[in-house]
Nanobody
Framework: QVQLVESGGGLVQAGGSLRLSCAAS????????MGWFRQAPGKDREFVAA????????SYAAAVKGRFTIPGDNAQNTVYLQMNSLKTEDTAVYYC???????????????WGQGTQVTVSA
């Protein structure tokens, strides 16, 4: 059974940093993408960042490019989201996703974590 377990969310002031972790178990995802999405209250779930180890490729939403990075450890089946220079508009529940056939689409991913809350205060 595939499980994605996220951790690292919390409350931080604007301008601060947080690092989210997502540990996958049950299978490996070296051939497809692992990614992060977020959902703010009243809004649709949106793409944040993704990585494809086999292709050596990462991608980022325009809103986070230059502030967020998505390092990962393929051997450990773990992906991170390093979030710097956080803004109040980054406040959302952040979800880890795996086995994506493409990077940016919610529908492209087969597995999802339970989500972790990130709150950025002014």
């Amino acid at each position: 059974q595939v499980q994605l377990v996220e951790s690292g969310g919390g409350l931080v002031q604007a301008g601060g940093s947080l690092r989210l972790s997502c540990a996958a178990s049950g299978r490996t995802f070296s051939s497809h993408a692992m990614g992060w999405f977020r959902q703010a209250p009243g809004k649709d779930r949106e793409f944040v960042a993704a990585i494809s180890w086999s292709a050596g490729r990462t991608s980022y939403a325009a809103a986070v490019k230059g502030r967020f990075t998505i390092p990962g450890d393929n051997a450990q089946n773990t992906v991170y989201l390093q979030m710097n220079s956080l803004k109040t508009e980054d406040t959302a529940v952040y979800y880890c996703a795996a086995n994506g056939l493409s990077h940016g689409s919610v529908k492209a991913y087969d597995y999802w974590g339970q989500g972790t809350q990130v709150t950025v205060s002014a």
